[in-house]
């Protein structure tokens, strides 16, 4: 019976609307959301970041704020504003390290490493 309703098409509900999508558009909507995913991991890979680790910082703010509000709302904030908001974001990721090879030379930090070896 299922298959005698699907062969005509008198028989669909009023409501039912059939969609044709072209190919070519689905396929040229998957190569934009691939270009935008490569984009968006490069974006994140020079600021030392995968997806995993946006995702959770994403997450750990949403639970922070309690609020989604942060992910739209530069849509309506003037340029500038914006700019600064995405720079104290971006500089909020990352902490400075500081180790004892900071003030070292490449060569001092080798000779540390060899005698800690006991190799020097």
């Known amino acids: 019976m299922a298959d005698e309703k699907n062969k005509n098409p008198e028989s669909y509900d009023q409501d039912s609307v059939m969609i044709y999508i072209d190919p070519k558009v689905m396929s040229s909507l998957n190569d934009m959301a691939e270009r935008k995913k490569q984009q968006g991991l490069r974006v994140l890979q020079r ?17 922070e704020e309690g609020s989604a509000d942060f992910l739209l709302q530069d849509e309506m904030r003037p340029g500038n504003e914006r700019w600064a908001s995405a720079a104290a974001f971006v500089d909020s990721l990352s902490q ?11 060569a001092d930090v080798k000779r540390d490493r060899l005698a800690a070896k006991g190799l020097m």
């Open 47 to 63: 600021g030392g970041l995968n997806a995993s680790q946006a995702v959770n910082l994403m997450f750990d703010r949403l639970i």
């Open 96 to 106: 400075p390290r500081a180790t004892r090879f900071d003030a070292m030379s490449k």
